[in-house]
T-cell receptor, first 110, second 116 residues
Framework: RKEVEQDPGPFNVPEGATVAFNCTYS??????FFWYRQDCRKEPKLLMS???SGNEDGRFTAQLNRASQYISLLIRDSKLSDSATYLC???????????FGSGTRLSIRP | GAVVSQHPSRVICKSGTSVKIECRSL??????MFWYRQFPKQSLMLMAT?????????EQGVEKDKFLINHASLTLSTLTVTSAHPEDSSFYIC????????????FGSGTRLTVV
């Protein structure tokens, strides 16, 4: 089993739609979680950290479910510019390294 | 915010030659930097963890004699791909964490290596 798993997609949704991704992790001792966004042939960029209480940043909402060991990302009112690959990132318990999911591709159509 | 500068952004080299990639933290000190490799349509795979003033820690399956890492200062880590082969062609990205904040890891812009 992979340490961090994501549905690779692609998710193809119309502009304005709401879309959600999940990411599961295998190490119950993992301590920090992030969502990154990566555009084609570019480096990943931090989208948001994921807190136990859940957090929201504009149209983006991230949640953590420790019991079921998954994190989620919800995008509301999607824009064309949201088209990208979204990477789930988990920091191990010793905070010594971060592990990437394989990414979920999102394509927003007009 | 934290900025990581990576050079070169693109390099084409002949088989058998060596290529050095630099990763610099511009406005913070990074005692630890990470080197990743990403093949097309795949996720980033951690190659090694670079520690300032000590030997790098390599992930399983990564040849330390082929991918030389040097982290001689708190702001600079280098990755040298030695005796490059076409299968080494990939996107190499470094990252570092600014311990002053909690904003995750900052990435360099990546180096696209093509070995011909």
């Amino acid at each position: 089993r992979k340490e961090v798993e994501q549905d690779p997609g692609p998710f193809n949704v119309p502009e304005g739609a709401t879309v959600a991704f999940n990411c599961t992790y295998s190490n119950s001792a993992s301590q920090s979680f992030f969502w990154y966004r990566q555009d084609c042939r570019k480096e990943p960029k931090l989208l948001m950290s994921v807190y136990s209480s859940g957090n929201e940043d504009g149209r983006f909402t991230a949640q953590l479910n420790r019991a079921s060991q998954y994190i989620s990302l919800l995008i509301r009112d999607s824009k064309l510019s949201d088209s990208a690959t979204y990477l789930c990132v988990v920091m191990d318990s010793s905070a010594s390294k971060i592990i990437f999911g394989s990414g979920t591709r999102l394509s927003i159509r007009p | 915010g934290a900025v990581v500068s990576q050079h070169p952004s693109r390099v084409i080299c002949k088989s058998g030659t060596s290529v050095k990639i630099e990763c610099r933290s511009l406005d913070f000190q990074a005692t630890t930097m990470f080197w990743y490799r990403q093949f097309p349509k795949q996720s980033l795979m951690l190659m090694a963890t670079s520690n300032e003033g000590s030997k790098a820690t390599y992930e399983q399956g990564v040849e330390k004699d082929k991918f030389l890492i040097n982290h001689a200062s708190l702001t600079l880590s280098t990755l040298t791909v030695t005796s490059a082969h076409p299968e080494d062609s990939s996107f190499y990205i470094c990252s570092a964490r600014d311990n002053r904040g909690s904003w995750g890891y900052t990435f360099g812009s990546g180096t696209r290596l093509t070995v011909v």
